[in-house]
């Protein structure tokens, strides 16, 4: 049984943006992408446990194809035309649905990690994120890599992501404004019901077959 570890429903996006949300810097008609990942360790060579998040190359040759990335503030962007920064939100913007506001002004959020081999590939293609709930939090589209299982649990009718293999791959699915039109429109009817209050009674459920099992009192 699925239960939904998702943010609560004032974290969400609520389709508009208010005046204090920073206002999306648009530098031409070209897509604009947002990546929550670990920005401090884009670059990171030396660090067993931050390669996960060293996903600076990948978001170089990304840029090369006419894409804009933004990544968190005070990240080193190597000088790349196309790799912006975006302002700091602290637990207040994330707890009034500030920072989803800000995301949903995307074209895409981009969730990924950089997989550097089997054991990590295993670990984060069955996790969800942090930055996954947030990205589910606002109404731009998900890009995912193909290797997310965890992205196979949800309804295929009404999708609001698409999958990637490689940069090529990624940059003509952010090219295509027709898709990403349509997977906005199903994020913008779907987001809230992934929230905790919707989705309470199938929590109430699961601790009760947790608690119908053997050995287990409460």
């Known amino acids: 049984m699925r239960v939904e570890p998702f943010l609560e ?17 648009c530098y031409d008609k070209n897509p604009h992408i947002i990546f929550t990942g670990n920005a401090s360790k884009l670059w990171t060579k030396t660090l067993r446990h931050g390669r996960k998040d060293t996903l600076g ?3 170089k040759r990304l840029s090369q194809h006419d894409i804009h ?13 196309n790799l912006h920064l975006f302002p700091t939100f602290y637990n207040p913007d994330l707890m009034n649905g500030k920072f989803s506001q800000y995301i949903s002004q995307f074209d895409a959020h981009l969730v990924m990690y950089n997989e550097f081999n089997g054991t990590s590939r295993r670990r984060v293609a069955s ?17 995912l890599t193909d290797t997310s299982k965890f992205i196979e649990e949800y309804p295929q009718d009404t999708p609001f992501w698409f999958t990637f293999r490689g940069v090529k791959d990624l940059a003509e699915s952010l090219h295509n404004k027709q ?4 997977l906005r429109n199903n994020m913008e009817k779907v987001h809230r019901t992934y929230a905790f209050e919707s989705q ?3 929590i109430a459920q699961f601790f009760e077959k947790i608690l119908e099992k053997p050995g287990v009192s409460n």
Do not use: M, N, W
């Not at 933004?70 to 000088?79: Q, R």
């Not at 994120?129 to 890009?143: D, G, L």
């Open 69 to 81: 990335i933004f990544v968190k503030e005070k990240a080193e962007t190597k000088g790349l035309s």
């Open 127 to 143: 996790g969800l994120a942090t930055r996954f709930a947030y990205a589910i939090a606002s109404t731009s589209p998900i890009a």
């Open 57 to 59: 190359p990948f978001l």
């Open 179 to 182: 898709l990403l039109k349509s």
């Open 200 to 202: 309470s009674q199938h």
């Open 9 to 25: 429903k004032a974290f969400s996006s609520s389709g508009r943006v208010d005046l204090d949300v920073p206002k999306l810097e």
